[in-house]
T-cell receptor, first 113, second 115 residues
């Protein structure tokens, strides 16, 4: 299978600060990457679709000004959580599409204190 | 509106037994149905996937059965092992030509294999 690397694997930040999470496809080019959010013992919820060279498409209810997505190259997408609050604490997971298959990163555990 | 319904929520199976997890979908435009395995604190890992043009796909101990008319698909894990204990998610998506759409996930099944 394809390899998707996500960094950092965990991060703790103070309320009001911003946090950037990186998602890289290591052995293939991904024109489309996805960002998901997962609360404890719950399923993954799609937040946004990131297309290389264009603006991200956000799912209903996801604040685009709070969750900034940049897909600057065919192997890198970033998610920036701006002005983080404790309710933003969650497990964030990216995936990269290769054809119809989606390969997931290891996830980033964000804790906002 | 939950587009992919997964059951059971939790499942306990004896070692060597068959684990069966079921999913039902509503959107007939879905044309790609993967199953993912997730361990605590890790991202989901693709196990096996199926397209609607086949009714069954087998890879090792894992089999997907697909019933297009009933809009249902299931995962069978044969000879279940303690290392299979994890959370399993079914998912569905549409292939829109230009690339895969984001996946719609079921709520997950917490599988425990007892030694």
């Amino acid at each position: 299978g394809a390899v998707v690397s996500q960094h950092p694997s965990w991060v703790i930040c103070k309320s009001g600060t911003s946090v950037k999470i990186e998602c890289r496809s290591l052995d293939f080019q991904a024109t489309t990457m996805f960002w998901y959010r997962q609360f404890p013992k719950q399923s993954l919820m799609l937040m946004a679709t990131s297309n290389e060279g264009s603006k991200a498409t956000y799912e209903q209810g996801v604040e685009k000004d709070k969750f900034l997505i940049n897909h600057a190259s065919l192997t890198l997408s970033t998610l920036t959580v701006t002005s983080a609050h404790p309710e933003d604490s969650s497990f964030y997971i990216c995936s990269a599409a290769r054809g119809t298959e989606a390969f997931f990163g290891q996830g980033t555990r964000l804790t906002v204190v | 509106q939950q587009q992919v319904k997964q059951s059971p929520q939790s499942l306990i199976v004896q070692k060597g037994g068959i684990s069966i997890i079921n999913c039902a979908y509503e959107n007939t435009a879905f044309d790609y149905f993967p199953w993912y395995q997730q361990f605590p604190g890790k991202g989901p890992a693709l196990l096996i996937a199926i397209r609607p043009d086949v009714s069954e796909k087998k890879e090792g101990r894992f089999t997907i059965s697909f019933n297009k008319s009933a809009k249902q698909f299931s995962l069978h894990i044969m000879d279940s092992q303690p290392g299979d204990s994890a959370t399993y998610f079914c998912a569905a998506s549409m292939y829109s030509g230009g690339g895969a759409d984001g996946l719609t996930f079921g709520k997950g099944t917490h599988l425990i294999i007892q030694p």
